[in-house]
């Protein structure tokens, strides 16, 4: 998982505040994926982005949940009005393509506590 | 929902045990990929698998490709304390949107 920056690591919100997470894909890697990881379970898939694009967002809930790459800067998921079940560590992971035949690289997650 | 079922969930050994944990699916994938996740960490690519019968060894680690591309093994030889942790497999359907789907995982503990 070298390469891939997310921050902040740790993040505390209250309910009703909004969360954003930061992601730094590998150097050279136009591909950025979002995860989602409750406690004692498996990854489970958010979204999908290209620079500028959303390629495949099946995994994001409807409401509240957005996510961008920009041009320029990192991804950004946000999460309005966070309520205490968004409680969960939240992984980026980048690729260098979309195709299937590349590996994925993941950060080192950042887990976000809402009170 | 998941797409992936990894067994064993949990596992308990010695310290110099060999371990097995596979994944099966119904659907077909075309790029398995397993990852180990240590407490508070992001997951680790281990091994990537991309044919069909591949065949492929990381130090004491070693996984293969299903032939009928449903599924895929992973192998520990001679375990040792750093291997604790959750394994996770994940894989490409060759189908549909590009994403990589993710098994439930399997825990590993090891007694020393």
């Known amino acids: 998982n070298a390469g891939v920056m997310q921050n902040p690591r740790h993040l505390v919100r209250r309910r009703g505040q909004e969360a954003r997470l930061r992601c730094s894909p590998m150097?050279?890697?136009?591909?950025v994926y979002w995860y989602r990881q409750l406690p004692e379970e498996g990854l489970k898939f958010m979204v999908y982005l290209q620079k500028e694009n959303i390629i495949d967002e099946s995994g994001m809930p409807k409401e509240r949940f957005s996510a961008e790459f920009p041009k320029e800067g990192p991804s950004i998921l946000r999460i309005q009005q966070v309520v205490r079940g968004d409680s969960a560590a939240y992984f980026c992971?980048?690729?260098?393509?979309?195709?299937?035949?590349?590996?994925?690289?993941f950060g080192e997650g950042s887990w976000l506590t809402v009170v | 929902g998941q797409q992936l079922n990894q067994s064993p969930q949990s596992m308990f050994i010695q310290e110099g045990e060999d371990v097995s944990m596979n994944c099966t699916s119904s659907?077909?994938?075309?790029?398995w990929l397993w990852y180990k996740q240590d407490p508070g960490e992001g997951p680790v690519l281990l091994i990537a698998?991309?044919?069909?019968?591949e065949l492929t060894s990381n130090g004491r680690l070693t996984a293969q490709f299903g032939i009928t591309r449903k599924d895929s093994f992973l192998n520990i030889s001679a375990s040792i304390p750093s291997d604790v942790g959750i394994y996770f497999c994940?894989?490409?359907?060759?189908?549909?949107?590009?994403?990589?789907?993710f098994g439930q995982g399997t825990r590993l503990t090891i007694n020393p």
């Open positions: 994940a894989g490409f359907i060759i189908q549909g949107a590009q994403k990589l789907v």
């Open positions: 992971a980048s690729s260098p393509t979309g195709s299937s035949g590349n590996t994925i690289y």
């Open positions: 698998l991309y044919k069909a019968g």
């Open positions: 659907s077909i994938f075309n790029t």
């Open positions: 150097k050279g890697h136009s591909h």
